[in-house]
């Protein structure tokens, strides 16, 4: 049952949306990059290499708007997607239906992917708010299965 | 042994302790936005469609002590809990005592528990440094049998 | 074969790198209380019980560039390590050779020590720089494989 369990259909689905959207949250480095460099703000001394003034380097330490949100959209994807992984993979391991892992899997990745568009973009609201809460309602349901199915 | 890992008794109070865990955690994300409109304090421009003058709307991007302690608790949380989840789970996979794995998870779900506690209301010090280390404690226990199971 | 792939040595490879680098990711915490003592700066109220004068007190409450060095190190370890974990996960369980999985683990593990040690100390860049983007190419080749061996 344990190997039915992880070579079954549903745990590949979970391994290949999990990683999906894991790398859809790693890919929130590079971009806050991007705009670390497209605006010229920084965090650290170090990396103001390319300053030729010290005034310069000054300026290039204070914060900047977009680079904030991007970083703020990054940590709601931790707070988010961490979970989603997590209870996703004790839900996948109770067995489920494939139709029905399916798609608790794909709403999940579908609200994350469009949850970044509305905070990035920004769309006005409430399409981030709808986004993050269609993901949380789909890990919500996937806790519910795993503690029906388990005992204290 | 996989099978028997999987479906033992062990593997199930993982399951429900790790399952509980994460929805604490994700708890505090209505718990910000709850701050947040109570507090009228928003992180972004497009969250302030409720202002009905500019001034309004600026007052409203402005930080909030009660809201930066919810994202604070928050953040601790990610820096807590994931560890325990994931070390968790391999340790569970070696095999432990059912009792022994029980008051593992039970401490460190009941120090999490309190630590929000502590850390909203909040308590005074040193409940919060207390629960900080009871959990951490427990994390570093599961871990040295994880360690000590494995070779490089 | 699941319980094959649980007793494997590509398994406990995997459980004792990931524990390795979720404890260096722990250790951030009371880095992080070190700095906040040795500096004087908090984030809460009730953590300056050792103020003798309100304006005392007022000052420790102030942020101070150290301490937000370690608190970003943090953060950067939660971004970046936590994919590798979860990925790595389902890349042992894909079935690969050891020695490529004792490669990746190896130089991931690596990667985010000497990452540490370039963001706190710091290191001149491109040091810390080189550092993440290692540990961001070992996440990534895991996840190919990965998402070469499931289908949607």
Same mark, same amino acid.
């Given at each position: 049952?344990?190997?039915?369990?992880?070579?079954?259909?549903?745990?590949?689905?979970?391994?290949?949306?999990?990683?999906?959207?894991?790398?859809?949250?790693?890919?929130?480095?590079?971009?806050?990059?991007?705009?670390?460099?497209?605006?010229?703000?920084?965090?650290?001394?170090?990396?103001?290499?390319?300053?030729?003034?010290?005034?310069?380097?000054?300026?290039?330490?204070?914060?900047?708007?977009?680079?904030?949100?991007?970083?703020?959209?990054?940590?709601?994807?931790?707070?988010?997607?961490?979970?989603?992984?997590?209870?996703?993979?004790? @839900?996948? =391991?109770?067995? %489920?239906?494939? +139709?029905? /892992? !399916?798609?608790?899997?794909?709403?999940? $990745?579908?609200?994350?992917?469009?949850?970044?568009?509305? @905070?990035? =973009?920004?769309? %006005?609201?409430? +399409?981030? /708010? !709808?986004?993050?809460?269609?993901?949380? $309602?789909?890990?919500?349901?996937?806790?519910?299965?795993?503690?029906?199915?388990?005992?204290?």
């Amino acid at each position: 049952m344990a190997s039915s369990v992880i070579e079954s259909e549903v745990f590949l689905a979970f391994s290949t949306y999990a990683t999906i959207v894991i790398l859809k949250m790693m890919l929130m480095s590079p971009m806050t990059a991007y705009f670390r460099f497209t605006r010229k703000s920084f965090a650290n001394q170090e990396d103001t290499g390319m300053a030729k003034t010290p005034e310069e380097r000054k300026k290039m330490l204070v914060g900047n708007p977009d680079v904030e949100r991007v970083r703020r959209c990054h940590l709601n994807d931790l707070e988010n997607i961490i979970p989603f992984v997590v209870i996703g993979l004790l @839900y996948t =391991l109770t067995g %489920p239906d494939l +139709s029905t /892992a !399916l798609l608790h899997f794909r709403v999940f $990745v579908g609200s994350r992917l469009f949850h970044t568009v509305a @905070y990035v =973009l920004p769309l %006005p609201q409430p +399409s981030r /708010a !709808l986004a993050w809460m269609s993901g949380m $309602v789909v890990t919500f349901s996937m806790a519910y299965r795993v503690l029906s199915a388990a005992h204290l």
